[in-house]
Nanobody, 125 residues
Framework: QLLESGGGLVQAGDSLRLECAAS????????LGWFRQAPGKEREFVAA????????QLADSVKGRFTISRDNANNMMYLQMNSLKPEDTAVYYC????????????????????WGQGTQVTVSS
């Protein structure tokens, strides 16, 4: 099970750190990722990291502002979001890759087999 936290209402330019906690099983051998979905839009990729933190990927829209990291010892993943913009407003979901020990960074919805319930991030202008 994956559980997101850290969302909230902030102003443009502010920062937030989202956390994804895994419980019930270890996801330390699985790539992890963040997606988001704004009202009326499809779920989109935000960031992902390989199981061993060897590599990360970020969507072009968040490069230079967001950072993804993980702590396998504590079964946690983080998304540090700086310089937030109103267009970052969405429900943010964390997800775990379908198969373990992937070499490449997963970034497509079908790459992921476990999902959290989401946390709302709202950025006011």
């Amino acid at each position: 099970q994956l559980l997101e936290s850290g969302g909230g209402l902030v102003q443009a330019g502010d920062s937030l750190r989202l956390e994804c906690a895994a419980s019930g099983r270890s996801f330390s051998n699985y790539g992890l990722g963040w997606f988001r979905q704004a009202p009326g839009k499809e779920r989109e990729f935000v960031a992902a990291i390989t199981w061993n933190s060897r590599a990360t990927q970020l969507a072009d829209s968040v490069k230079g502002r967001f950072t993804i990291s993980r702590d396998n010892a504590n079964n946690m993943m983080y998304l540090q979001m700086n310089s937030l913009k109103p267009e970052d407003t969405a429900v943010y979901y964390c997800a775990a890759e379908e198969a373990p020990f992937g070499y490449n960074v997963p970034r497509y919805i079908d790459d992921f087999g476990s999902w959290g319930q989401g946390t709302q991030v709202t950025v006011s202008s």
